[in-house]
């Protein structure tokens, strides 16, 4: 089965800190994303990235960056954390661009 | 930029009934189309997909799925619901000319009651 892990389930961070949040996948995949969820608007792009050390921007990228030093890992990080970047965190990995994306149970982040 | 619609915030139906759960979306071009559930607590997973081929899709935990190019829809359905059906879904859809990120509509919580 293929995996993709969040290595935190639940963060409580304060304004104003570094964030990071990391994904981790076992299957080799070349595309990884992170969304971040919200009741009532569904899940959002923040950024994806399709190869080692190449990364887009989603549709909200502002206050977020990424990393991608190793194909199994993509990091989100908050630059400088703060109270409206509250929301359930997901990162997905797909194999190839039509192929169904695998999801991580999710990080949800407090900022307080 | 490509949008997905789901039009029902919420719905309520009895065990046992269909259910129908509405989805469309804007862009134009050929779309890659995708119904996720997620569960309380839980992370997202695949209930079916469509790329190509007969427009009507099965997936698991008997959901179906029909694609309707003239209506840029994708409506999910189940025939008789059980309690354990009581989740939230998701439409989701890509294009490769739009580098296949995967977009999502604002979701469909789905009570059932018994």
């Known amino acids: 089965d293929v995996k993709v892990t969040q290595s935190s389930r639940y963060l409580v961070k304060r304004t104003g800190e570094k964030v990071f949040l990391e994904c981790v996948q076992d299957?080799?995949?070349?595309?990884m994303f992170w969304y971040r969820q919200d009741p009532g608007l569904g899940l959002r792009l923040i950024y994806f990235s399709y190869d080692v050390k190449m990364k887009e921007k989603g549709d909200i990228p502002e206050g977020y960056s990424v990393s991608r030093e190793k194909k199994e890992r993509f990091s989100l990080i908050l630059e400088s954390a703060s109270t409206n970047q509250t929301s359930m965190y997901l990162c997905a990995s797909v194999a190839t661009v039509n192929t169904e994306a695998f999801f991580g149970q999710g990080t949800r982040l407090t900022v307080v | 930029a490509q949008s997905v619609t789901q039009p029902d915030i919420h719905i309520t139906v009895s065990e046992g009934a269909s259910l129908e759960l509405r989805c469309n979306y804007s862009?134009?071009?050929?779309?890659?189309l995708f119904w996720y559930v997620q569960s309380p607590g839980q992370g997202l997973q695949l209930l079916l997909k469509y790329f190509s081929g007969d427009t009507l899709v099965q997936g698991i935990k008997g959901f179906e799925a029909e694609f309707k190019r003239s209506q840029s829809s994708f409506n999910l359905r189940k025939p008789s619901v059980h309690w354990s059906d009581a989740a939230e879904y998701f439409c989701?859809?890509?294009?490769?000319?739009?580098?296949?990120?995967?977009?999502f509509g604002a979701g469909t919580t789905v009570t059932v009651r018994a």
């Open positions: 862009y134009g071009a050929t779309p890659y």
């Open positions: 299957m080799d995949h070349e595309n």
């Open positions: 989701a859809v890509s294009f490769r000319s739009n580098d296949y990120k995967l977009s």
